[in-house]
């Protein structure tokens, strides 16, 4: 098991500060290139779920904004129920 294994008081003196922290740099740009690919996965899936949404509601079938699908066939009426 790495927690039992792993001997942080000897790395530490084994490593110069200078090394810390390139090694500390190199994990920390890691991280924030995982958090951009991940930020950019967010993105795409809520684009997709938006189209998806769309394409729900009608706007994908080329209804067109302000169209009414299910027009009043008497506009002169008021639909009453």
Not at 29 to 48: G, H, T
């Amino acid at each position: 098991m790495l927690g039992s294994d792993f001997d942080l008081r000897a790395i530490r003196s084994a490593l110069s500060a200078e090394r810390c922290w390139d090694l500390f740099t190199a994990h920390v740009d890691r991280l924030q290139r995982l958090e951009e690919r991940l930020a950019e996965a967010v993105r795409k899936a809520d684009r997709s779920r938006a189209r998806s949404r769309e394409q729900v509601l009608g706007l994908g079938l080329g209804l067109g904004v302000g169209s009414n699908p299910n027009p009043n066939p008497n506009p002169n009426r008021t639909l009453t129920r």
